[in-house]
């Protein structure tokens, strides 16, 4: 299965960006998903281009006009989930992640200006997704960021299926130190156990480190697992 994204945005000029490096940017070339952005401005009823107006009730900003971004949606959504990439969206989460990865087609919103008109989301079922509690100038950078996360569980893209398995936030828990050679660098050295070649040693070691660091920075995630249990 491929997964074909497209993206809705003023500025299509800045897609792939840094998709198209990296291992997303070899699955790209390799067929494993597709990328299309599509310039909102197309739909537009003027010959200025215009996409916004001002909004009801007052208020500072511009509100992206339902009937140019509807036409946008209507001609270009071949099925499958629409997402804006919204502040007040739900939070991205690597079970979110896991559940987009699944997808044969993504139809992804980017936001501008104050947003977009509440009927564009009602109307055609959108799913708003936050990328975290931060105000970004639009959506074009939030919906790489969940892209970049989609694509790299597709099946092909990681050189190495097991190696997603250990991530931070795959069982509620971040992840545990990690170390390579040298083996003593600047006074600090790699901890005996993990030198040791005794595998459930490390394990061990590596859950407790885990545990300990999810206790310390996301509790939150710890009581999760523990609930899950």
Partial sequence: MVLKAKILTIFPEIFPGF????????????????????????????????????????????????DVLGAAIEHNHQGGKIIYMSPKGMPLTQAKVHELSKLEN???????????????????????????????????QAAMIMLDAVVRLLPGVLGNAQSTENESFEQN????????????????????????????????????QALQITAKRRPDLLEKMLDSE
């Fill in 19 to 66: 998709l198209g490096t990296s291992l997303t940017g070899k699955a790209l070339e390799d067929g494993i998903w597709q990328l299309e952005a599509i310039n909102i401005r197309d739909y537009a009823f003027d010959k200025h281009g215009s996409v916004d107006d001002t909004p009801c009730g007052g208020g500072a900003g511009m509100i992206m006009r339902p």
């Fill in 106 to 140: 993504l139809t992804i919103i980017c936001g501008r200006f104050e947003g977009i008109d509440e009927r564009v989301l009602e109307e055609y079922s959108i799913e708003e997704i936050s990328i975290g509690d931060y105000i970004l100038t639009g959506g074009e």
């Fill in 173 to 208: 828990l971040l992840e545990y130190p990690q170390y390579t050679r040298p083996i003593e660098w600047k006074g600090r050295k790699v901890p005996d156990v993990l030198m040791s070649g005794h595998h459930e040693n490390i394990t061990k070691w590596q859950r407790q």
